[in-house]
C-alpha cells in the first residue's frame, strides 16, 4: 500500500517565520506535489516536481518554494510565514504515467496555523 | 486553460435515495477526469476514474464530452457515504497535473 508521510499534523507559527512541511513517500514514485485545501476553494496546488531538482510552480506558487533532493522527499517552504497562509497543506504522489490517468496517492495533510 | 466546476457545495440525501453530485468541465483536448474522496478524519484517496469504466463502492460516473459532464451517481445511497467529493481533470502533459473542483459535501440523513 502507498504510503505519503507528512511530518505533521498540526503546526503552528508566527507571521514572519520560515516554515517547512515535509513530505516523504515509500513507493518510487516520480512525481509529488503541494497542494493547500481551503473550504469553499478546492484544492490548489502550489508546486509540483517530476524528478529530483526539477520543479514547476502550480496555480498559486507566490511566497512558497519547495525543495526535492532526493527522489522520495518533498519539502514546502514558507520562506516568511503570513496570515494568509493558514491552511491545509496536502502532499501527493503519483508514477510519471505513458499517458495520463495515474492516480495520485494523498498524505493526512498538515494545519498550519500562523498567528 | 482548464476548469473544473461543481456547482453544488452542499447535498443532502435521504438514506436509500439516488445520489448524483454535478461535475462540470471545460478543457480543449481529450479529458482524463476523476472522482475523489475524502471520508471524515481520512486523507483524501482515489474513487474512480473514467478511463476504467468501473464502479466502486456503488458508484459510476460516465463522461458525456456532448455536455462537458462527469457526473457522480449512485442508485441508493448510504449512510457510509457522506463525505467531501471532489471532480478533478488531469493535465495534457506527462505530469499528471490535477486541477480540482471546489467540491461538493455530501451528508446522507437516516
Known amino acids: 500500500d502507498v504510503k505519503v508521510t507528512q511530518s505533521s499534523r498540526y503546526l503552528v507559527k508566527r507571521t514572519g517565520e520560515k516554515v517547512f512541511l515535509e513530505c516523504v513517500q515509500d513507493?518510487?514514485?516520480?512525481?509529488m506535489f503541494w497542494y493547500r485545501q481551503d473550504p469553499g476553494l478546492g484544492l490548489r496546488l502550489i508546486y509540483f516536481s517530476y524528478d529530483v531538482k526539477m520543479k514547476e510552480k502550480g496555480d498559486i506558487p507566490e511566497g512558497y518554494s519547495v525543495s526535492r533532493e532526493k527522489k522520495e522527499r518533498f519539502s514546502l517552504i514558507l520562506e516568511s510565514a503570513s496570515t494568509n497562509q493558514t491552511s491545509m497543506y496536502l502532499c501527493a504522489s503519483s508514477f510519471l504515467g505513458q499517458g495520463r490517468g495515474q492516480p495520485q496517492h494523498f498524505g493526512d495533510g498538515t494545519r498550519l496555523s500562523i498567528l | 486553460a482548464q476548469r473544473v466546476t461543481q456547482p453544488e457545495k452542499l447535498l443532502s440525501v435521504f438514506k436509500g435515495a439516488p445520489v448524483e453530485l454535478k461535475c462540470n468541465y471545460s478543457y480543449s483536448g481529450s479529458p482524463e477526469l476523476f472522482w475523489y474522496v475524502q471520508y471524515s478524519r481520512q486523507r483524501l484517496q482515489l474513487l474512480l476514474r473514467h478511463i476504467s469504466r468501473e464502479s466502486i463502492k456503488g458508484f459510476t460516473a460516465d463522461l458525456n464530452k456532448g455536455e462537458t459532464s462527469f457526473h457522480l451517481k449512485k442508485p441508493f445511497a448510504q449512510e457510509e457515504d457522506s463525505a467531501m467529493y471532489y471532480c478533478a481533470l488531469s493535465s495534457i502533459s506527462r505530469n499528471e497535473k490535477l486541477t480540482f473542483g471546489t467540491g461538493t459535501r455530501l451528508t446522507i440523513i437516516p
Open positions: 513507493m518510487d514514485h516520480e512525481n
